[in-house]
């Protein structure tokens, strides 16, 4: 028999090395980033909506690890769910047999999906936007893919290829003839049609970066357009998706959008197990597999592994039992309206916008010359900063974790878990308006620290 071996242990001997085993052996650049912007904390365990330290202090998550702890960390049923599907010793991942866990989930998700009829289960967002490419181009038999400015679609290299953002892309040419569109530009994407080669216009309903919405009719105007040069509507609804902005999913909030691929990962299996989830209609997913020679022509090896499917059951039992997007949609608009009653009160406040809790908060410039000139200062130095002298104080001062919500933007954005409730948002609020107040008071701590981040700006040049 082999040594025993003792997680528990192993963390309790090694566990303080966790920033010097990633600077070794991981991403370098990574706590060295922590570091630099005292994002550096030691969580010990986390439940629901909050973290602990070592000594019983609680963080508020406002980040929900980027989406994927949508019912926050360590739900029971979710967590019951894992512990019965590992005791169950199912014969999982044979390859060539039909267990039962897949197609059951398949059938749940595809109840809120009722203009959808089959599902791809894979491991990540990027891997449901590749299924979603491929699909799309073989089913039309056409090349190009539209997408975005600004859009978020993966890193892989199929999704990087409609990735909206310059920084990702830099340096990993050549990609895939792809052709990027303004967000909400009805024009250009009935030019780009016209050339009788696009196969498909992937879209997020409220895009990521910066938190921008689609703007009110353009899924449907774009289906038609799309359907009418024989292309398809991919919906990414990786961050949107189940429930995170008030409804199932972000394309409902608009009457007759019915994209006919949507890519569905991070909340789906309550954090524990990597998924993904690409639904689509019955004759696209047919034409892909369109005999037994092509039986297997896109897979993916730990695919509707029975860790992930039992997950994702759980997921969606408890959504629906616990009427989570009914009260995603509640506290959401408690969440936004307290926000934007601060607008009147803080120059620097510029805009809140978003659904449910999908929220970004955007900051601009100020009218007074004395906080004016600070502002200018903070742009010529790299735009942005100010955004993450707001996130800084608010973890620091208020342990809230937030996240700037994209390179050189004045953005915050707020994804906190679902579960999030009416006394999260009070301690939200009563943190971020003490954090603006001293924003404005022209001086302090915070701009102490806006001082640093200019002089780190300019020696990165």
Not at 75 to 89: F, G, I, N, S, Y
Not at 364 to 384: D, E, H, N
Not at 423 to 445: E, P, Y
């Amino acid at each position: 028999m082999s040594t025993e071996f003792d997680l528990g242990a192993l963390l309790a001997e090694r566990g303080a090395e966790r920033y010097e085993l990633h600077s070794k052996y991981l991403n370098p650049q990574f706590p060295r980033m922590l570091h630099t912007i005292g994002f550096d904390k030691v969580y010990e365990r986390a439940a629901g909506a909050h973290f602990y330290d070592a000594d019983g202090n609680d963080y508020l998550d406002m980040l929900a690890g980027f989406g994927v702890m949508g019912l926050g960390r360590h739900h029971p049923v979710v967590r019951k769910a894992l512990h019965d599907v590992l005791d169950l010793d199912l014969a999982d991942l044979t390859r060539f047999d039909c267990q039962p866990l897949p197609g059951l989930l398949a059938e749940r998700l595809l109840v809120h999906s009722p203009h959808l009829d089959r599902v791809f289960f894979g491991n990540s967002g990027t891997e449901a936007v590749e299924t979603a490419l491929k699909f799309a181009r073989y089913a039309t038999g056409k090349p190009r893919v539209l997408y975005c400015d600004h859009a978020f679609h993966g890193l892989t290299t199929g999704s990087l290829s409609v990735n909206g953002e310059g920084g990702f892309r830099d340096g990993f040419a050549p990609l895939l003839p792809d052709t990027a569109l303004p967000l909400g530009d009805l024009d250009a994407l009935a030019r780009e049609l016209t050339k009788g080669d696009v196969a498909a216009l992937i879209v997020e309903p409220i895009q990521g970066k910066g938190v921008h919405e689609a703007p009110p009719g353009y899924l449907r105007a774009a289906q038609d357009l799309l359907h009418r040069h024989k292309a398809l509507l991919i919906a990414d609804e990786v961050q949107t998706g189940l429930g995170r902005t008030g409804d199932f999913y972000a394309y409902q909030h608009e009457d007759g959008v019915e994209p006919d691929l949507v890519c569905v990962s991070k909340a789906l299996s309550g954090g524990y197990v990597p998924v993904s989830a690409t639904l689509g209609r019955d004759w696209i997913f047919k034409k892909v597999y369109s005999s037994m020679d092509r039986v297997l022509v896109h897979s993916a090896s730990f695919g509707s592994n029975a860790q992930a499917m039992a997950c994702g059951l759980a997921v969606l039992s408890v959504m629906e039992d616990d009427q989570i997007v009914a009260g995603v949609r509640a506290t959401g608009e408690l969440l936004k309206s307290r926000l934007t009653a601060l607008i009147e009160k803080y120059e620097l406040l510029a805009d809140v916008r978003g659904r449910g809790l999908m929220i970004g908060i955007e900051f601009g410039r100020p009218s007074s010359l004395k906080l004016r000139s600070r502002w200018t200062m903070l742009q010529a130095a790299r735009k942005g900063l100010f955004a993450q002298m707001v996130v800084v104080p608010l973890l620091q001062r208020h342990r809230i974790l937030t996240q700037v919500s994209g390179d050189h933007l004045e953005v915050i954005k707020l994804i906190p878990p679902l579960v999030f409730d009416a006394a999260d948002v009070d301690r939200f609020v009563d943190a971020f308006t003490a954090v603006m107040d001293d924003a404005h008071s022209g001086g302090g701590l915070m701009w102490d620290f806006g001082k640093t981040l200019i002089k780190q700006a300019v020696a990165g040049r």
